[in-house]
């Protein structure tokens, strides 16, 4: 192998063996995702009911991803969730494509992205609100995570689920505009990722003495808009996906995590975090 291409192997191994990760969760455990948000559904179900609380494989795997992800930040999101893989890759053929036709699709603006970063909340809330109430369960055929749950169990039984198909549809052409369109904006899951207290041991951090002058290659390759705070900053760790592809773009290799000496894409740390969620997944909440 040649000089040049050994060095763009291992500029882009990270990306490979992100890549490897996602697309072993999305086969081996594509519901964890709705499983999570399954469970959020049923505490505020029972809530409106008034029954008791009782720990159902749902509210297990909700109690895993968020002990989780409280300790390693978003990883779930960044590797292991099937719709936030599904995002990636419609969002990375969108862009292959636009390149082979020379042709760019219209950016959503950043003023409008920071404000519909707000939807998801709203969504959770209308969601909790809905089961509360105890009416969540009329408008089932309208979840476009079910159709996506049905098509990754291979079901397709998907008789009333027009709307559900519909706005799923709706929200892959969005992930065709705008990278983690779904994640950034509507989902209810992330919403609550991103309400729960994290440790900033893993959150990203950079150390702005070593920056390039003017250089802003991490922020702007960032899909939430997130800028690193400097080392000891406020950290972004509810925000962020845990992408990695700050880190990646970096020229002078000045992203880290809370770990100063672990940048966060090495390959063994993808490689133990996605073993860790794994291990847990299957032997804590039975998935
Ligand atoms: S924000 Fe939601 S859809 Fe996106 S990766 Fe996280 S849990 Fe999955
Ligand atoms: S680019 Fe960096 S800060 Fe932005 S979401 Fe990805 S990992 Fe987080
Ligand atoms: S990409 Fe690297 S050098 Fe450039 S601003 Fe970000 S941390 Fe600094």
New binding site residues.
């Given amino acids: 192998m040649s000089k040049i291409n050994k060095k763009k192997l291992m500029k882009n191994l990270p990306s490979y063996i992100r890549f490897a990760i996602q697309l072993c969760f999305f086969l081996v455990l594509p519901s964890a995702f709705t499983g999570a948000f399954s469970g959020v559904k049923y505490i505020f179900t029972s809530l409106g009911e008034g029954t008791v609380l009782e720990a159902t494989s749902f509210v297990t795997v909700l109690i895993t991803l968020c002990v989780f992800t409280v300790v390693f930040g978003r990883f779930f999101c ?1 590797f292991a969730c099937a719709f936030g893989s599904l995002g990636d890759w419609v969002y990375a053929i969108g862009q292959f494509v636009q390149k082979k036709l020379k042709k760019r699709l219209p950016a959503i603006p950043v003023r409008v992205r920071k404000a519909l970063d707000w939807v998801k909340y709203v969504v959770l809330v209308l969601i909790a609100g809905l089961c509360f109430l105890g009416v969540y369960g009329d408008l089932s055929g309208s979840s476009p995570w079910d159709v996506f749950s049905m098509f990754t169990a291979l079901s397709f039984h998907l008789d009333g689920y027009a709307v559900g198909i519909v706005l799923l549809a709706l929200i892959l052409v969005g992930m065709v505009f705008q990278e983690r369109f779904f994640c950034r904006f509507i989902c209810p899951m992330g919403a609550v990722f991103s309400l729960l207290p994290m440790l900033p041991l893993f959150s ?1 951090f950079r150390s702005r003495e070593n920056c390039i002058r003017g250089c802003n290659a ?1 922020g702007n ?4 808009d ?1 800028s ?1 705070p400097d080392d000891g900053g406020e950290a ?1 760790a509810s ?9 990646g773009i970096c020229p002078k290799s000045n ?1 880290h995590t809370g770990i100063k000496i672990i940048r ?1 894409n090495e390959w063994w740390w993808m490689l133990v975090r996605g073993v860790i969620l794994l291990a847990c997944c299957k032997l804590l909440a039975g998935m």
């Avoid at 390759?221 to 939430?224: E, F, G, I, R, V």
């Avoid at 925000?239 to 880190?247: G, H, L, N, P, S």
């Fill in positions: 960044g990203l991490c390759k960032c899909p939430a997130l690193l972004v925000r962020c996906f845990q992408c990695q592809k700050c880190t992203v966060g």
